[in-house]
């Protein structure tokens, strides 16, 4: 089997699973009914749009990345500063630690697929190559455009450990990660990390590498709380009443990278419109804003400056503070940029 699959779950694995409130017996489960909506039916029509109806669904050329400023990023005073490397990569300083969030380098999101889904940017592996050492890799699940096999290989020697959904290690170990040096979270779960407090929120979506490991993974998001600052990754998630929860449970948050991007009709309790990224974003008393899941790759039909100029329109409309850096740029999560770079 290719190694991008990553692992099956053992017998021993399951055992562990079952522990969670979040398994049925069988699978890993959404806290309200969630359905992908896609019958046998309608699959070759989809299949045909995704692979084949390309128009404007990437960029014209390849979308640039400011090399790594490793002055700008790491400074010795305290303000938290990150990185958007497109689609869900994240790389944050806090509290003087270096953070990257599912750093999906990779130039194709569909590595089993019998077609590639290219990325929008050139060379992005190489971009490991001048980050610094990483104190933790944070992985909020498995699908391809999170977890990838050439970052993680690429990752391995800088990074000193992984915060991972529960499931997940299993794929690392596999890959020849130290165990000892993962750390797996179900939803709430929380660790002091150096004066961070991170948290594994949840989210409505779902998990799997092939046919037969199905929600057989945990999917999630993070919150990371310190004494002065309050930042949460989405995730990969549906709307759904959950972030109402999250906003009243850890909120108000100073910053969020919020999923925006890849959506569709068949898809929409999994993934969330760019005015539902918004409303979340409120419901969980998020301060100034970020969509991320777009300007990497075209896994769905919409134009691929869809989600941000419906993203822009739909804060501006609710008179909220957002941001849209541009790729490769370090940044405070107190700016507030609103050029058009996508134009």
């Not at 970020?290 to 329109?313: I, K």
């Amino acid at each position: 089997m290719r190694k991008q699959f990553g692992a099956k779950p053992t017998k021993a694995d399951i055992q562990q699973y079952e522990q969670s409130p979040q398994w049925d017996g069988e699978h890993f489960v959404n806290s309200i009914p969630t359905s992908m909506a896609i019958s046998l039916r309608t699959l070759p029509k989809l299949l045909y749009k995704q692979f084949c109806e390309k128009k404007d669904r990437e960029p014209s050329q390849p979308l640039p990345i400011v090399p790594f400023d490793k002055e700008a990023f790491v400074t010795d005073d305290h303000e938290v500063r990150y990185i958007w490397y497109g689609h869900s990569v994240v790389l944050l300083r806090i509290q003087g630690k270096n953070i990257l969030i599912d750093p999906m380098f990779g130039s194709n999101a569909a590595p089993i697929a019998p077609f590639p889904i290219k990325r929008f940017s050139e060379n992005t592996l190489a971009i490991i190559d001048e980050l610094p050492t990483i104190d933790v890799v944070l992985l909020s699940h498995d699908h391809y455009d999170h977890l990838d096999y050439d970052s993680i290989q690429k990752l391995q020697s800088k990074v000193k450990q992984f915060y991972v959904a529960l499931g997940v290690k299993r794929h690392l170990v596999k890959w020849n990660i130290k165990p000892e040096s993962i750390t797996e979270f179900d939803w709430w779960q929380q660790v002091n990390f150096h004066d961070i407090n991170i948290t594994f929120t949840p989210t409505r979506h779902f998990s799997g590498r092939g046919l037969t490991d199905r929600a057989k993974s945990l999917w999630g998001g993070w919150a990371l709380q310190t004494p002065t600052e309050n930042i949460w990754f989405s995730g990969d998630s549906g709307y759904g009443p959950h972030f109402e929860v999250i906003g009243k449970r850890l909120g108000t948050f100073d910053f969020a990278f919020m999923e925006c991007g890849q959506y569709n009709e068949n898809w929409s309790q999994i993934h969330m419109f760019p005015e539902e990224t918004v409303q979340a974003a409120i419901d969980a008393g998020v301060r100034n804003m970020m969509p991320v899941h777009w300007a990497g790759f075209a896994l769905a039909q919409h134009t691929w400056t869809d989600p941000v100029v419906r993203f822009v329109a739909a804060a501006e409309k609710h008179e909220c503070l957002y941001h849209v850096p541009q790729l490769g740029t370090v940044q405070k999560i107190t700016n507030q940029n609103h050029t058009a770079w996508w134009q």
